[in-house]
């Protein structure tokens, strides 16, 4: 014998007319549910967002650059985060002949993002009082694309950086002895 509550007992003993009026009570119930649902849903939505903390900041403009991996963007000095590029003046070996590979960077560099309007998103502060960026531009991201140019070694972790960039680019980093 099936169990009954009795709720479900006054509704048949009622008839047709009752059993109707309860489901139509019962839709409403469930649409108000629904509703209120969707309210909370919404109103916490933004509620990721406020827990992350405040959103990077960016700083777009058209940059000039200082060294292989230093841009002046809007008055501010930025290093790109996350490569190492040769230092101004800094002489390498390549093609067999000495160069300035930290002025070659350079070029590169002011190459890839000169009057083009660029994109950085804030990462910190570095050693030196600069500002770390990601930048991107139209082409994509100014970083991997010197990377990829062989003027930068991607940057890691210390030890990491000095053997992977003896092993993918030593003449990038084979200083001439005078």
């Keep these: 014998m099936q169990r009954r509550s009795k709720f479900q007992g006054r509704i048949q003993a009622q008839g047709r007319i009752q059993a109707r009026t309860v489901d139509a009570y019962g839709l409403s119930l469930l649409l108000a549910g629904l509703l209120l649902a969707a309210a ?13 903390g405040p959103a ?8 000039s650059v200082v060294d ?14 996350g490569i190492d590029a040769p230092a101004l003046g800094q002489d390498c070996l390549r093609d067999g002949r000495e160069r ?3 002025r070659e960077a350079a070029m590169v560099l ?9 994109a950085c998103v804030d990462r910190g502060m570095d050693g030196s009082g600069r500002t770390l960026a990601t930048c991107a531009y139209d082409a994509g991201d100014v970083g991997a694309d010197l990377v990829g140019l062989g003027v ?9 950086i000095v053997a992977d960039s003896l092993r993918l680019s030593p003449a990038l980093w084979l200083t001439v002895e005078r």
């Design 152 to 160: 930068a070694v991607e940057q890691a972790s210390a030890s990491r």
């Design 68 to 81: 292989g991996e230093t841009l002046d963007l809007m008055g501010e000095r930025i290093r790109l985060a």
């Design 40 to 52: 909370v849903a919404y109103a916490l939505s933004g509620l990721p967002g406020l827990l992350a």
């Design 110 to 118: 002011r190459r890839l993002v000169g009057w083009q309007r660029i």
């Design 100 to 102: 300035d590979c930290g």
């Design 56 to 63: 990077p900041r960016v700083i777009a403009g058209y940059a």
